[in-house]
């Protein structure tokens, strides 16, 4: 089927650990974006990419990092200086056209312990 | 920059209720806007996508308009149904960037 893969599902992570969260696209879109969700908040915009080996900050990219080697992955990395990573992470993907719609992936939460 | 707001934040309605949820965004250069579902934990399901040239799109008892011009958008749930609680959520695409509202939770009482 096509859609969105997540992974993991769930993430701990200790103190001044990188943790890295995959996102897996087989929808052939070309543009791929990180979003971040605190309860009961919207969806925050880390990190977006149009093209592979290109990608741009989003409103909070303090402490996170990405990739873009291959059109299909967009793999996000919390660093150790993002002061509070504990929220829901959720990848999207997207053509890049005028009209277009965004899907999601299920997402993964990630805990700080 | 695109500052999306959801009114109301909470809804609760009894079964059968036909309800109104409600988007505003400050600025009209949009691509288009869209409606999600969030159910608890997981991740955002489509639900409608209205495109800049249109004004409103139907799915079956979801119907939703757009007024560019005004910066609104309304999301009708006719005849609403258990099935129907879950966190709606608004946004809009300014030039393949997604802006989104805080969400509506709604609760449809049995």
């Known amino acids: 089927d096509g859609g969105i893969t997540q992974s993991p599902k769930y993430l701990f992570r200790k103190e001044g650990q990188n943790v890295t969260l995959s996102c897996e696209q087989n929808?052939?879109?070309?543009?791929m974006y990180w979003y971040r969700q605190d309860p009961g908040q919207g969806l925050r915009l880390i990190y977006y990419?149009?093209?592979?080996?290109?990608?741009q900050k989003g409103d909070i990219a303090e402490g996170y990092s990405v990739s873009r080697e291959k059109k299909e992955s967009f793999p996000l990395t919390v660093t150790s200086a993002q002061k509070n990573p504990t929220a829901f992470y959720l990848c999207?993907?997207?053509?890049?056209?005028?009209?277009?719609?965004?899907?999601f992936g299920q997402g993964t939460r990630l805990t700080v312990v | 920059k695109q500052e999306v707001t959801q009114i109301p934040a909470a809804l609760s309605v009894p079964e059968g209720e036909n309800l109104v949820l409600n988007c505003s965004f400050t600025d009209s250069a949009i691509y288009n806007l869209q409606w999600f579902r969030q159910d608890p934990g997981k991740g955002l399901t489509s639900l409608l996508l209205i495109q800049s040239s249109q004004r409103e799109q139907t799915s079956g008892r979801l119907n939703a308009s757009l007024d560019k011009s005004s910066g609104r958008s309304t999301l009708y749930i006719a005849a609403s149904q258990p099935g129907d609680s879950a966190t709606y959520l608004c946004a809009v695409d300014n030039f393949n960037k997604f802006y989104f509202g805080s969400g509506t939770k709604l609760n449809v009482k049995p």
């Open positions: 990419s149009q093209i592979v080996n290109d990608f």
């Open positions: 999207a993907s997207s053509p890049v056209t005028m009209n277009t719609e965004a899907f």
């Open positions: 929808l052939n879109h070309d543009a």
